[in-house]
């Protein structure tokens, strides 16, 4: 079964940085490309950012509204995926959800998402 | 990175038939067959009901249905029943670096 759970959420002041994590088991977390999806409090979903697996290079693909201040990175030894945040605004308030990549152009199995607040 | 259009809320009695669409444009959507559905209950992370236009995944009930024309997709739920109530986004593949657009969300009433 596939299992995606994420932790590192919490509250956090504008200009500040928190590291999310995502621990991957039930597949080959080395052969997928991850994802990172957020969704702000009543509001839509929306794309973050997404890192290739090690047969592409590991190459990274953000957001506009994040590129910059957003890193995603991966441990493939550890079944591991992470999103680094610098600079947060209190736009980015959200919860945020580590997501596996089918590998053919489809999002299919989702973390339970961990909150994110970014407020003075 | 332009939101795909869907109707803010749908609803249909218990029973009935429903459909859901997802409006994009030639760059996304209409070039293509990457369309992909999601039901998210509230509090719930969200779930993939159709990949690829019209594939469903195992596990989900064939009520569920997908088909695009054009720059437009749309999902019908058949036999609509009281735990189908929860919204729903649409997402297309859009670009290698923009590997993904979601829909603005659709809430599904069952009256």
């Known amino acids: 079964e596939v299992q995606l759970v994420e932790s590192g959420g919490g509250l956090v002041q504008p200009g500040g940085s928190l590291r999310l994590s995502c621990a991957a088991s039930?597949?080959?977390?080395?052969?997928?490309?991850m994802d990172w999806v957020r969704q702000a409090p009543g509001k839509g979903l929306e794309w973050v950012g997404r890192i290739r697996n090690r047969a592409d290079s590991y190459t990274t693909d953000y957001a506009a509204s994040v590129k910059g201040r957003f890193t995603v990175s991966r441990d493939d030894s550890k079944n591991s995926l992470y999103l680094q945040m610098n600079s947060l605004r209190t736009e980015d308030t959200a919860v945020y959800y580590c997501?596996?990549?089918?590998?053919?152009?489809?999002?299919?199995?989702w973390g339970q998402g961990t909150l994110v607040t970014v407020s003075s | 990175q332009s939101a795909l259009t869907q109707p803010a809320s749908v609803s249909g009695s218990p029973g009935q038939s429903i459909t859901i669409s997802c409006t994009g444009t030639s760059s996304d959507v209409g070039s293509y067959n990457y369309v992909s559905w999601f039901q998210q209950h509230p509090d719930k992370a969200p779930k993939l009901m159709i990949y690829?236009?019209?594939n469903r995944p195992s596990g989900v009930s064939n009520r569920f249905s997908g088909s695009k024309s054009g720059n437009t997709a749309s999902l019908t739920i058949s036999g609509l029943q009281a735990e189908d109530e929860a919204d729903y986004y649409c997402t297309s593949y859009k670009s290698s670096s923009t590997p993904f657009v979601f829909g603005t969300g659709t809430k599904v009433t069952v009256l």
């Open positions: 997501v596996r990549d089918s590998g053919t152009y489809y999002l299919d199995y």
């Open positions: 039930g597949f080959t977390f080395s052969d997928h490309y």
């Open positions: 690829e236009v019209s």
